[in-house]
């Protein structure tokens, strides 16, 4: 079997990558562990203007960067740019494949999108099913793996982001992957428990900051609830395929998320939300939904480049903390 390296712009049914032996990248991941400000450069020499959103000149860039074969685009239940992005990568010589989940959250138009794909790469619900109990047998220990943050405070805010996000695609290697995992998850177990003197969810894609985790917690803050990055790990462990990327919230309307998020207020004791957003993106627009209807203390933070806070946001942090904790 031809192996193939397939990039994809946000978290899919990656089961049916696995099932069929190829080796599924995360252009997020890969964009902002390479050099984020050069590919973000090389898109706007390409003719990417500086007033679009860094992610989508970053996963430009680094599919074109990266070796691979084929990318995926989540043109519908993702950005509004996906389909767009995919035009630019096809013309420079990549194969395209765009998937979407559809608006309608109906488990027949997600069934019709998620066979597609099997065939297209040429594997059968079996084996997809296959490949999802394997993939769930890691999911279980990523659950786990919340739990300690925000029940035994064990783990970090900055660690509960890491390992979450990186579950979109399991860094390429599920094995590797579990045995990093188990071995972090013995290390934890052991710690004595930190204190927590505000319980903090943080709510919106993953942040392009680079010390946003490790600011809020010097500030006296630790969050404790990762919306989406605990979305990509599937924590719902529904055992048929389809379901399990219908109750997925992140492609789906701002009302589904909001149920989830309000949820997870009540069971994790927050006390206030910090949201994000990134400059350009629509999804700004739902941020203030969730500010009006959260009914929590909600400080918006909005991110443009890979870099570290600035001043400017620290002291927005800072002003935050003192008011609400």
């Not at 430009?60 to 767009?84: H, Q, R």
């Not at 998850?185 to 985790?213: K, S």
Request: aromatic share 10%.
């Amino acid at each position: 079997m031809n192996k193939k390296r397939i990039g994809f712009t946000t978290s899919l049914p990656v089961e049916v990558l696995y099932a069929a032996g190829h080796f599924p990248i995360d252009l997020n991941n890969i964009f902002l562990t390479q050099d984020s400000s050069k590919h973000i450069h090389d898109a706007e020499l390409k003719g990417f203007p500086r007033s679009l959103c860094s992610w989508i000149k970053g996963n430009f860039s680094a599919s074109l960067a990266s070796n691979l074969d084929e990318v995926i685009g989540i043109v519908e239940g993702d950005c509004s740019n996906a389909s767009s992005l995919l035009e630019m990568i096809k013309e420079e010589g990549l194969s395209t494949y765009p998937f979407g989940f559809p608006a309608s959250r109906d488990y027949d138009d997600l069934n019709r999108e998620i066979s597609k794909l099997e065939e297209y790469y040429g594997v059968t619900r079996a084996m997809s099913q296959e490949a999802k109990v394997r993939l769930d047998e890691i999911r279980v220990k990523l659950i786990e793996l919340d739990r300690l943050s925000y029940e035994e405070h064990k783990v970090t805010g900055a660690e509960n982001h890491i390992w979450l996000v990186n579950s979109s695609d399991f860094q390429g290697d599920p094995d590797k992957y579990e045995k990093e995992l188990d071995e972090f998850l013995r290390e934890a177990r052991q710690r004595e428990p930190f204190p927590v003197q505000i319980r903090l969810g943080f709510v919106g894609v993953p942040p392009i900051f680079r010390n946003l985790y490790e600011s809020i917690s010097e500030l006296g803050g630790e969050v404790i609830f990762n919306e989406v990055q605990r979305q990509f790990a599937m924590p719902h462990l529904e055992k048929d395929l389809v379901m399990q990327y219908l109750v997925y919230t992140y492609p789906y309307s701002v009302n589904e998320r909001m149920a989830d998020i309000k949820e997870q207020i009540k069971k994790r004791k927050l006390d206030a939300i910090i949201g994000y957003t990134q400059s350009f993106c629509h999804l700004q627009i739902d941020h203030l939904l969730f500010k009006k209807h959260l009914k929590l203390p909600f400080l918006n933070l909005e991110g443009e480049m890979p870099e570290e806070l600035d001043s400017r946001t620290i002291l927005r942090l800072e002003s935050f903390f003192e008011v609400h904790g």
